[in-house]
């Protein structure tokens, strides 16, 4: 790794030392672009200041566990070295649903939050926060909801299930657990308006590392910090949209990104079905025409699965955003003036 890396990394630490608990993102500047950036220097990593995990590293920057080990592939988990340089999440592709109330897109195990605009603008912040899904065999169910009330402080009532399931493994569940640090729900709990307790809930001290992983009974589990500012937020009746998009592509000033994610637990899709996928998306975001886009870009996101966007095509921009009127325009192979093909 160069001189010139390593003292960006060192800057970089201690930037986002400072905001590590931020989570707002500004929305783009046009509203039909769909990608935000948390770090603008584009450096996104930090430097282990002692011995740790990359879960250690997830809570100190509320992401979760799934998504930092993504993007540290080459990194073992549980054994992080003092001076170990970690990369972190910058860029995020936003689910295509409405920019209205949560989206939870499960497939990446986070949240995105639209705090209500002035009528006829768009919101101008998102928040996007880390949470935990339903496992294979009790899955987070899709499709859009809202909040249905909102409990601070809530008892759990296990289900019989789920008490059953638990004596079978050794570990009985009362019939009530009473508000505390080691209830489930955590602090604060979002009930939505879905058949069965479905919540958008806290989590308790045992379970904390458990956050941005396949994991619940169904319900979605947030780091305690973040359902508090989500609580604190919403109203009840807001909409709730909770989608699986393994793959998003999204424009970015007119430069193209495709953001790719594993499969989840008990799913498997083929590369063909994947690739199949992504033309899709590509085609659909670039008026449905396909663009000349990168190949070689667009391959290793599919096979990486990172979820770290990555530019695949760019775009001239429209005639009123070139530097003068001289300038020549061409019509590429996406149909639109000005479309070009541009490796990255």
């Known amino acids: 790794m160069n001189n010139q890396l390593l003292a960006s990394t060192f800057l970089l630490t201690i930037f986002i030392g400072h905001y590590a608990h931020a989570t707002a993102y500004s929305m783009p500047a046009n509203k039909d672009d769909s990608v935000i950036i948390q770090y603008h220097d584009n450096v996104p990593l930090t430097r282990s200041e002692q011995d740790e ?26 054994q992080i ?22 989206t939870l897109n499960i497939s990446e195990y986070r949240m995105y939050y639209y705090p209500p605009a002035p009528k006829g603008q768009q919101a101008s912040q998102v928040f996007s926060y880390a949470h935990g899904i339903g496992r294979q065999d009790w899955k987070t169910p899709l499709g859009k909801t809202k909040i249905a009330k909102k409990v601070k402080d809530p008892v759990w009532n296990p289900p019989e299930s789920i008490r059953r ?3 079978a493994n050794g570990d009985p569940l009362p019939a009530i657990v009473p508000p505390g640090p080691h209830n489930p729900l955590g602090a604060y709990a979002l009930h939505l308006a879905l058949p069965g307790e479905y919540r958008i809930h806290g989590t308790d001290i045992d379970k904390i590392f458990g956050i941005g ?3 619940t009974h169904g319900c979605v589990r947030m780091y305690p910090e973040d359902i508090e500012a989500l609580y604190n937020s919403v109203k009840i009746g ?3 949209y909770i989608v699986k998009q393994p793959i998003k592509v999204g424009w970015l000033d007119n430069v193209l990104y ?9 799913e498997e899709m083929t590369q063909d079905q994947r690739y199949e996928m992504a033309l899709g998306l590509i085609t659909k975001a ?28 760019e775009r001239l921009p429209p005639m009123e955003e070139l530097p003068n009127e001289s300038a020549p325009t061409t019509t590429g192979k996406s149909g639109s003036p000005g479309g070009y093909y541009h490796g990255t």
């Open 53 to 78: 995990t990359l879960l250690d590293v997830a809570r100190r920057f509320t992401l979760g566990q799934m998504e930092v080990v993504r993007l540290n592939q080459e990194l073992d988990r549980w």
């Open 81 to 102: 070295k003092k001076g170990t340089i970690v990369r972190l999440a910058n860029k995020r592709i936003l689910p295509d649903t409405p920019r209205d109330g949560v």
């Open 165 to 167: 399931e638990h004596a």
């Open 213 to 215: 992983m396949q994991i």
């Open 238 to 240: 807001t909409p709730v």
């Open 258 to 266: 495709i953001e790719a994610h594993p499969d989840l637990e008990g």
């Open 286 to 313: 670039n008026n449905q025409d396909l663009p000349e886009f990168d190949q070689k870009a667009l391959n290793h996101a599919l096979q990486k699965l990172d979820g770290d966007p990555t530019p695949i095509y």
